[in-house]
C-alpha cells in the first residue's frame, strides 16, 4: 500500500530523510514514533503527496504519490496545522468530505460528531485546539481513506476524551480496515492499539516492526557493571547504581545470568532513539 525506497526530503540544506526505506503492504495500525524533528510530519506529507522527494521514489498504491489525484481521493492526511474554508460550517465541510471521498460514512461522522460534542453549525477556526483536533480526526475516519494518515491525531484532547478517540480509531479500522499510520509522542498510551511500529531516527526508519517482538525483543540485566558488559559489551548502560544494582539493555536472545525484566514499547523507543549529551542538570550545574 505504501512503498518509500531510498527516500531523501531535503528543506534547503538541510536533510531531513535520507536513505529511508518503509515498506507496508496491507491494512495495517501503524505507529510512527520518533523524537521531535525527526521527519515525521514531513513523511506524511510525502505520503500524502504534498511534497516531493529530493530523491527516490515515494508510492501510496502503487503510483507515483506526488501530486497525484488517485492518491488524494484514496488517502487523507490529518494534521495539527491543517486548516479548512473560513466561511464554511462543519457541517459544510462533511458535505464537502461525501463529495470528494466516495467512502465518506455519514452515519459514522454523525454519531462520532454528537458522541464528541462537535458543534457542526461553527467554523472550523471557531473550535478549541482540543476540538479542532477531534473534528479533523473524525472527519478522517469517516473518509474511509485507503490511506489515512493521522498526525498526533489527540494533539490537545484531554485525557479521558484521548481514550475515546483512540477506541473510535480501533473500532473504524477493525469494521473497516485499512493502513491507519498514527503519529504520536503517547507511544504509553497508543501501544496497545498497534499493530506494527515504526521508529524514525536520523533520517531514516530504525525499526519496523510487529509491536508486540518489538518490547520483547530487548530486556533489561540488573547487576553488576563490569560483570554484564563482560558477558555483552555492546549493552546499553541505563543506570549506574552505588549499591551494585546496575541496570543495562539487551537484545532478548543474548544470555546471561543476571536479574532480568522486561522492557516496555515506550521505554524501549525512548532508550533506542536517546541523545547521548548529558542530562538536563548538567544544564543548570553551573548555577548551582
Ligand atoms: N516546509 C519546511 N521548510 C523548511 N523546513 C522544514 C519544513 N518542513 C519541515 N521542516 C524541517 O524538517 C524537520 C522535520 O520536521 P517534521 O515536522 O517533519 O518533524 P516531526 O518529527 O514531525 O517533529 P515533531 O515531533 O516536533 O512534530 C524539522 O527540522 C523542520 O524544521
Redesign the pocket.
Known sequence: MINCVNVRKK??R?I?LDELNLQIDEPKLVGLV?R???????LMSLLAGLEKPTKGKVEVLEQSAFDNLYVSVNSIYIHPNMTFPANLSLRELCQMGAQFYMHWDQALSEKLFTYFDIPLHQTFQQLSTGMKSMFATIFGLATRAAVTLLDEPVNGIDEGLRKDMYRAILKEYIAYPRLIII?S?LLDELAHLLEEIVI?HDGKVLVHDNIDDFASSHMIWEGELSRMLAAYPDALILERSPFGGDRVLVPSHIAGDFQQQAISAKDLYLYLTAEKKGSIDDVFSNNE
Open positions: 528543506f534547503g538541510k531531513v520518533g521531535n524533528g525527526v521527519g515525521k510530519s514531513t503519529s509522542h524514525l
